[in-house]
């Protein structure tokens, strides 16, 4: 199992215990996170499931594919270096422990 820490806007943190393999998106809606809508359900045609990656794990995510990025414009929170797509993050035991902040908003 894999451990995710959630951080909300409000500095509240959440810890799921995840299966690897699936996206952070998926676990995350699976579990009821109410901040990550994900209203495309990971297909990467909307940007309901930003968040920001804590800096002391980006660099350990592969880089972000150029549809990502470019999905990042239509992000409702502002867009920072390390924002990133949760559908497109795949939990792998390396990922122990990661971080992520939500934004107060995804609209």
């Known amino acids: 199992m894999i451990t995710l820490h959630l951080v909300t ?4 943190t959440r ?3 995840c299966a690897p393999g699936q996206s952070l998106m998926k676990a995350a809606v699976d ?5 990550i809508a994900a209203d495309c359900g990971g297909t990467l045609t909307c940007a ?3 968040v ?10 592969p880089a972000p594919v150029a549809d990502e990025t470019d999905m990042l414009d239509f992000a ?5 270096p390390n924002s990133r797509l949760s559908c497109q993050i795949v939990l792998t035991p390396d990922l122990d422990g990661l971080v992520v902040h939500l934004p107060a908003t995804q609209y």
């Open 9 to 12: 806007a409000d500095q509240r």
């Open 15 to 17: 810890e799921l215990r």
């Open 52 to 61: 920001y990656v804590d800096e002391a794990w980006a660099a350990r995510l």
């Open 76 to 80: 409702a929170a502002p867009v920072k």
């Open 31 to 35: 579990a009821g996170v109410d901040q």
């Open 48 to 50: 309901t499931c930003h």
